[in-house]
């Protein structure tokens, strides 16, 4: 009787620790997971990312369009696309509603219809590069 009760112990102990192994496993998958995605982002962020240098000839490019004669109009269409474009930069770098803050921007800009392109801001960087060359 005695050996009876030891198996049936036994057992239980088992099916405990099968359990506690199981549900292991799926919190390991779920961390492995996490950090997956995590990493996969921290890089397609990298990537993304608009450099000092580039923010800063495009600067210079458009302060030098406006001084050899960038009329009034298009001084500011310029300004409000920049202003509308650092919003949008503002509204990616947080990181909380990018897209409706995008989208709202997008609707009060006055830039004559245009809509600027969707995108990160490298995209963002070359689309005002281009209208600002035409």
Do not use: C, H
Request: charged residues 20%; negative net charge.
């Amino acid at each position: 009787m005695e050996l009876d009760g030891l198996r049936a112990w036994v057992g239980l102990v088992e099916r405990k620790l099968t359990m506690r192994t199981r549900v292991f496993l799926v919190l390991v998958a779920i961390a492995v997971g996490g950090a997956g995605a995590a990493i996969y982002l921290a890089i397609d962020a990298n990537d993304a990312a608009v450099s000092e240098s580039e923010l800063q000839t495009t600067r210079d490019e458009l302060a030098a369009q406006i001084a050899t004669g960038g009329s009034p109009a298009n001084l500011s269409q310029l300004e409000a696309e920049v202003a509308q474009l650092k919003s949008e930069v503002e509204a990616l770098s947080s990181g909380a509603g990018s897209k409706e803050k995008g989208a709202g921007g997008a609707a009060g800009g006055g830039t004559g219809g245009a809509q600027p392109p969707n995108g990160t801001p490298k995209e963002l960087l070359e689309a005002l590069k281009e209208r600002t060359q035409q």
